[in-house]
């Protein structure tokens, strides 16, 4: 098998990372394999058992740099001076067919010295789960990590419900440079490694940006339009915390995330998330606050440090509106508005409180809005006919409503009861349902499989979803 390596931040200090390879493991079987994404990447050759064994962690690759990474974070709003990758090993960078650099990781491939007791490893499900949701991201066209290769490792992992399957995820990104990565050296009071640190992640994601505060223009806007993206897909990250918002604006770590069935803007998903802090209706507003830290960590390595707070303060505060101009775009496509206006928020705003207190389901409902199979969501069908009154006045100037809505609401999403049941099934052997998700997921806004796009019956409900351990 070759791979193109061409690594950057191997080359960067010593104190960036630590330099290891990942743990081997007794028996490697592909599960998965990303063939499009491995030709994108310029990988070649390599048959399943080749490939099992390097994204098994067995065998390290000719020309990998691996190690690794260094960073800190804030985790529910508590500040964790060091976290690292305690359970991945990154095996280096390659630029792919359209130029762009991208990070190959191996998640779940063994302790590191950041592992903090852990035993750095993952099992099926959430290998799985990472997998499928990425590349379902992917499809919906919302900048994300992806997916090259799930690889069962023949040992068991051990839980608090008991010995699990072992995985290892492939994840491929443009970087893996988080805020916490900042945060670490920042803390440190390391300003040269800060720096250092800013220099790379403009010269690698934004080029144009015109030094530290530059940066963290960008990366607003980046992370502005994606809680929009996340927002209008009823997307639930579950654990924004700062060591898991990347610099590059792709969402990252599919821990205890979920699309919702029944809307709600207090939605949570996470098993931990008890106060509720990273709901749905909370991720704009959390988003910010990452932000924050991030321009927190950003000062420190500046020398006029009066006038840059002004600024950077300028940056975070106008990124509400960032988001809420994102969120108007994508909310007022799903209701076939192509330009949208300032009172279309009124609009819309009023038909989620109508699916909020009849429980309809997001996706289903914006895909059949104005059909019967829409109204069919609403115990008060009399409140959204009068809706759709105002709402059918709006778009009578609009060249093509539907066209725009069905570009903007997908037919199928990974809904959480389809995912544990492709996890059981996986466990117990069978990776056909997780084939046949993966088929329909690649095509989201096609109707190829109408019983994916049924939401859980009421013995199907997965009301939680736990970290990726």
């Known amino acids: 098998m070759r791979i193109p390596f061409d690594n950057s931040y191997a080359a960067l200090p010593e104190g960036f990372f630590t330099r290891l390879d990942p743990t081997p493991v007794k028996e490697p079987k592909l599960l998965a394999w990303n063939a499009d994404l491995a030709a994108l990447l310029g990988i070649e050759g390599g048959d399943a058992e080749t490939r099992a064994q390097v994204f098994g962690g067995n065998a390290v690759p000719e020309g990998a740099a691996p190690l690794a990474q260094l960073y800190a974070g804030h985790q529910f709003g508590n500040f964790n001076p060091q976290l690292g990758d305690g359970r991945a090993i990154l095996l280096g960078e390659v630029i792919d067919s359209d130029g ?263 996706t289903n409902t914006f895909r059949a809005l104005g059909t019967e199979q829409a109204r069919d969501q609403f115990t008060n069908r009399d409140a959204l006919d009068t809706w759709a009154e105002s709402w059918r006045a709006r778009i009578e100037d609009e060249p093509d409503p539907q066209v725009v809505m069905q570009s903007a609401n997908p037919a199928v999403i990974p809904r959480n009861h389809r995912i544990e049941q492709m996890i059981e099934a996986a466990v117990a052997g069978d990776m056909a349902p997780f084939e046949r998700l993966m088929k329909a997921l690649s095509s989201p806004f096609e109707e190829t499989n109408p019983e994916l796009q049924r939401p859980p019956t009421e013995d199907e409900i997965v009301p939680a979803t736990f970290c990726g351990t």
């Open 100 to 362: 762009k650099r991208r990070d190959i990781q191996l998640k779940g491939s063994g302790p590191t010295p950041y592992s903090r007791m852990g035993d750095g490893r993952a099992w099926v499900g959430p290998v799985l789960r990472e997998y499928l949701i990425s590349e379902a991201m992917h499809a919906l066209g919302v900048p994300t990590t992806r997916a090259l290769a799930a690889v069962a490792t023949g040992e068991p992992i051990l839980r608090e419900t008991g010995a699990l399957p072992g995985a290892i995820i492939t994840r491929v990104a443009a970087s893996h440079l988080r805020v916490g990565t900042f945060q670490v050296f920042a803390h440190r009071g390391e300003t040269e490694a800060l720096k250092t640190l800013t220099d790379y992640a403009i010269a690698r994601h934004y080029p144009d940006a015109d030094g530290p505060l530059g940066l963290l223009r960008a990366v607003c806007a980046a992370q502005a339009e994606l809680v929009a993206q996340w927002m209008s897909f009823g997307f639930i990250h579950g654990v924004m915390n700062t060591d898991n918002c990347s610099i590059s604006g792709e969402t990252i770590d599919y821990g205890p995330c979920a699309f919702m069935d029944a809307f709600h803007q207090g939605r949570v998903f996470s098993s931990i998330d008890r106060q509720g802090r990273y709901a749905y209706g909370n991720q704009p507003q959390i988003v910010v606050w990452n932000m924050a830290q991030l321009a927190t960590s950003l000062l420190q390595q500046m020398d006029d440090k009066e006038t840059a707070v002004e600024e950077a303060t300028e940056i975070v505060h106008t990124m509400p509106e960032l988001i809420e101009a994102a969120w108007l775009r994508r909310f007022a496509a799903k209701v076939g508005i192509s330009t949208p206006r300032p009172e279309d928020v009124d609009l819309i705003n009023e038909l989620l409180s109508l699916m909020q207190t009849d429980g309809a389901d997001f």
